[in-house]
């Protein structure tokens, strides 16, 4: 990571605290939209029917590269991992201590990962709903960069999560390893976030 100031420690982090820029469709506006959100407001996006409509059409789309151009074109998107004056790791202003792993390709076992992952042993889920077209999940956990660098956590919790829940290399996505990687925005009413945590809001 670069300065100091951009990062987050166990002592200091507080997931009332969190903020992630958004950004508004489609995936190549790179510049961020408003203020920063928070946890709770992210999944309160989710929750609602902001993005029934969408989330619902991507669904009935088969074609992978129709249904990736239809993701880029109508779904907002947000930087788990902090806040950016622009959708580039160089443009980190402030890191929130999250780091978001994307799950595909799950097939019928997207309901089985869902509920192992909100009881994982070695990580509180922050935020946890399916993904845009319903194969996956996108996992929102706190990560202490005082231990190691955010690279270092993404390789070695991807290691674990195919480890212990026995997914193959193409179900953890290694290309998400950056900062400043996007999560696209969907409909999942039934997205978890800890009560523990809505507490805080």
Same mark, same amino acid.
């Given at each position: 990571?670069?300065?100091?100031?951009?990062?987050?420690?166990?002592?200091?982090?507080?997931?009332?605290?969190?903020?992630?820029?958004?950004?508004?469709?489609?995936?190549?506006?790179?510049?961020?939209?408003?203020?920063?959100?928070?946890?709770?407001?992210?999944?309160?996006?989710?929750?609602?029917?902001?993005?029934?409509?969408?989330?619902?059409?991507?669904?009935?789309?088969?074609?992978?590269?129709?249904?990736?151009?239809?993701?880029?074109?109508?779904?907002?998107? =947000?930087?788990? *991992? &902090? @806040?950016? /004056?622009?959708?580039? %790791?160089?443009?980190? =202003?402030?890191? *929130? &201590? @999250?780091? /978001?792993?994307?799950? %595909?390709?799950?097939?019928?076992?997207?309901?089985?990962?869902?509920?192992?992952?909100?009881?994982?042993?070695?990580?509180?889920?922050?935020?946890?709903?399916?993904?845009?077209?319903?194969?996956?999940?996108?996992?929102?956990?706190?990560?202490?960069?005082?231990?190691?660098?955010?690279?270092?956590?993404?390789?070695?919790?991807?290691?674990?999560?195919?480890?212990?829940?026995?997914?193959?290399?193409?179900?953890?996505?290694?290309?998400?390893?950056?900062?400043?990687?996007?999560?696209?925005?969907?409909?999942?009413?039934?997205?978890?976030?800890?009560?523990?945590?809505?507490?805080?809001?």
């Amino acid at each position: 990571m670069e300065a100091n100031n951009k990062q987050v420690t166990a002592n200091s982090w507080n997931p009332a605290e969190v903020r992630m820029s958004f950004f508004s469709k489609p995936i190549t506006n790179k510049r961020p939209c408003g203020q920063p959100l928070s946890l709770f407001q992210v999944y309160r996006y989710i929750i609602t029917r902001r993005y029934m409509s969408e989330t619902e059409q991507l669904r009935t789309i088969t074609d992978d590269d129709k249904a990736r151009d239809f993701k880029g074109q109508h779904f907002d998107y =947000v930087t788990p *991992s &902090g @806040v950016f /004056s622009y959708c580039s %790791d160089n443009s980190l =202003v402030k890191h *929130s &201590g @999250v780091l /978001s792993m994307d799950l %595909d390709y799950l097939g019928n076992r997207v309901e089985e990962l869902f509920q192992l992952l909100i009881h994982d042993p070695m990580f509180q889920t922050l935020l946890l709903f399916r993904s845009p077209r319903g194969f996956g999940l996108k996992w929102f956990i706190h990560i202490d960069l005082s231990r190691c660098d955010h690279r270092t956590w993404f390789q070695a919790i991807r290691n674990y999560l195919m480890h212990t829940y026995h997914l193959e290399d193409k179900q953890v996505d290694k290309a998400c390893g950056n900062p400043s990687r996007a999560c696209y925005l969907c409909y999942d009413p039934k997205a978890y976030i800890p009560l523990s945590l809505i507490e805080y809001f």
